[in-house]
């Protein structure tokens, strides 16, 4: 397969072209300029619709304001695209839709086989205690500049799904807050070198049921995000994501 990874600098996209090449895929980098990593060569952003004309799948790990407009280029060339780039607006979103109209898109907060188990285990356990309060906290690296994380979203979109109604998202708390039963609070925190960690945890009637998972390496992000380019070739144009994977 030749697989255009879009972003193949970043602390992502480096590992995706590593495992990619591993997996014995043909690989050609993306980047804002050019470079060379992994024995593998990086060309700026500004020759995508050339490079795409000879890409099978595309992947992309970049920035909202760029990602929507490369997702345009791929269905103009009809080529299927995985977009790992989380903290797009409505706009952005409608944008990849429109491009799902021409070919596949897979899109996904996470690429963490262990996160689509967190999802589903979510979900099981607000419905099991429908009347515990729930927390969510999650922590990233210090360089990550959306918060809450998608993935967070993407949990709290979870547990609303499970509940009758939706809860109210509290983001941190400061000075006088009794806290309401319509509420979930989320806490961000970024520090360090952390690649991803997210607890989602229910409380009440004397017990506390906390869920969590834990990245211990980018490589896992990149494993998933291969997989969903592997499984996206020949699909016929739509919207999907990590779940139609696995």
Avoid: C
Avoid at 164 to 178: K, Q, T
């Amino acid at each position: 397969m030749n697989l255009l990874v879009i972003g193949a600098t970043g602390r992502t996209g480096s590992e995706i072209v590593a495992e990619a090449s591993g997996r014995g895929h043909d690989v050609t980098g993306v980047a804002t300029s050019s470079d060379t990593i992994e024995d593998v060569r990086v060309y700026p952003d500004d020759e995508l619709p050339e490079l795409l004309a000879d890409a099978d799948v595309a992947i992309d790990f970049t920035v909202p304001s760029a990602s929507h407009e490369y997702a345009a280029l791929a269905a103009e060339a009809g080529v299927p695209y995985v977009v790992g780039t989380t903290g797009f607006d409505e706009d952005g979103l409608d944008a990849l839709r429109a491009a799902s109209e021409s070919t596949p898109v897979l899109k996904a907060s996470n690429f963490a086989r262990g996160v689509q188990a967190l999802l589903r285990v979510v979900e099981a356990g607000a419905e099991a205690l429908p009347d515990y309060d729930i927390e969510l906290t999650e922590t990233h690296h210090n360089g990550k500049r959306d918060a809450p994380s998608g993935t967070a979203k993407t949990l709290l979109d979870v547990i609303d799904s499970a509940r009758e109604d939706a809860l109210d998202r509290v983001h941190g708390r400061e000075g006088e807050h009794e806290r309401e039963d319509s509420e979930v609070g989320v806490h961000v925190r970024r520090a360090g070198n952390v690649r991803g960690e997210h607890e989602v945890l229910l409380a009440d009637n004397d017990e506390v049921l906390t869920l969590t998972h834990r990245a211990e390496s980018r490589r896992v992000f990149a494993a998933g995000a291969v997989d969903a380019a592997e499984w996206l070739l020949g699909r016929e144009a739509g919207w999907y994501d990590f779940e139609d994977v696995l």
